[in-house]
């Protein structure tokens, strides 16, 4: 593999990644600050120890309205500014919905919905006094489609890149853009869960991992790409979009075993 | 009968759903032309016209239409479900295939919609035969994919250059028991579990049968779909609303 070339386009930009100390979070802290941004992860879990003297860190509960206030008063106090803001916080449940109580379906979208609205809200301000912005949501290729037993976290994503559209309506005029990216399966402590429960895991890794056409996994590090590429200037005129990047699963019809 | 005092023609109805499709209008009172390569099959209904007409071919859907003016004077109701396919990626694919595919599935409904969607009554209903597989690739079909989007797309450019004049929609069908899909899985490894495994993964539970085709086309040919135009409408029993993935299969 190619050693991959930091260009420093992020140079001198301030970002906040929510969810930053999880798998793909981690990902794009991590290459935000070789890209020399100035980068806060914002997350409820504590700072891993990977990203130790790289980034920021601010201790945020995205489903609370007093600690999105806090975290862009203490970017604003910090940095003067917001440039890029990343809702990469989520979690999945996996249930039907009769299997889902409505304490976990709250949850759910408390974290995967509200946390991206509240972050949004308290984050816009300081992005306006910019001048300019990229917000980059979470949604899913589960937004599209389903996975069975999924189905609380499917709505989630679906009601994400609605949001992510309205967002990019209402803001454009003041040049802060908004994208999701829609991951298939990534290498992440969320995917191990997700296999925990079934039999042979090896064999279903294997299976699973045959049916993408690219016949692998994503990596945090797939995802981190794409978010870096849509919160620098070469993506100017990128807004609105849902960006589905899953290994070209979703381009296909099911796969019957022929 | 909702489609009492209507003509319709729908190609390609020997067999399958068009055969499907026929049926349903002809039992809607509908008089029901249809057509095919071939000579009318000997168990056909009376009471259907059938007319020799390979679609792709313009010069005989020029005779097709000629033979409808002069029986009918107008149409009120096209269904362009004729269609083929070829299972090969591109690299397989030769000349002929192209021909042979594109010719039926892609030339052959612009011959048939440019030749007589001009003599349709005003307020008609254009069906086209969509696929699943025209939103997202079936493996090992790729020019049949192809053709399918090329269906998609017509549609919409009919429904918005010829409304009101007509609607015009696309029905996109998903695993339908057909003599198409009874060769889709004869090239299985184990037809057996292929059937079994593509079964488990329709959130209905089974296949889908000519007629549940038949009865989406049979809505859109009727007054109850009015306002409807230039949209594909999936009927596949949940196929594709799940994920590729379904690991609760393996």
Known sequence: ?258 | MQLSGKVALVTGGRQGIGAAIVERFVQEGATVITCGRGERPADMAVNIDWVQTDVSCSKQVAELKNWILSNYGSLDILVNNAGVQIEKTIVDTTDDDWEMLMGANARGIFNTIRSLLPMMSMGGSIINMGSVSGVNADPGLALYNASKAFVHGLTRSVAVDHGPKVRCNAICPGWIMTAMADSAFAVAKDEVAAKKDALARHPIGRFGVPSDIANMALWLASEESRFVTGQMFTVDGGLTAASPLNPGLF
């Open chain 1, 1 to 258: 593999m190619v050693e991959k070339q930091f260009t420093g386009h992020l140079k001198g930009r301030v970002a906040v990644v929510t969810g930053g100390c999880g798998g793909i979070g981690q990902a794009i802290c991590s290459r935000f600050h070789s890209e020399g941004a100035h980068v806060i992860a914002a997350d409820i879990a504590s700072l891993p120890a990977s990203l130790k003297g790289l980034v920021r860190y601010f201790k945020h509960d995205v489903t609370s309205e007093q600690s999105a206030q806090d975290l862009m008063t203490f970017v604003g106090q910090e940095f003067g500014q917001l440039d890029v803001l990343v809702n990469a916080a989520g979690i999945e449940i996996e249930k039907t919905i009769e299997e889902t109580t409505l304490d976990e379906w709250q949850r759910i979208f408390a974290i995967n919905v509200t946390g991206t609205f509240l972050t949004s809200k308290y984050g816009v301000p300081l992005m306006r006094k910019n001048g300019a912005g990229s917000i980059i949501n979470f949604g899913s290729y589960d937004g599209f489609i389903a996975d069975p037993g999924l189905a609380a976290y499917c709505a989630t994503k679906g009601a994400v890149h609605a949001l992510t559209k309205a967002m990019a309506c209402d803001y454009g005029k003041e040049n802060i853009r908004v994208n999701a990216i829609c991951p298939g399966y990534v290498a992440t402590p969320m995917l191990e869960s997700f296999f925990g429960d079934s039999g042979d895991i090896e064999s279903l890794k294997q299976e699973v991992r045959d049916i993408h056409p690219l016949r692998r996994y994503g990596t945090p590090d797939d995802m981190a790409n794409l978010v870096n590429w849509l919160a620098g200037d070469e993506a100017r005129y990128a807004s609105g979009a849902l960006w589905v990047l899953d290994g070209g699963l979703s381009a296909q019809v099911q796969q019957m075993r022929l």
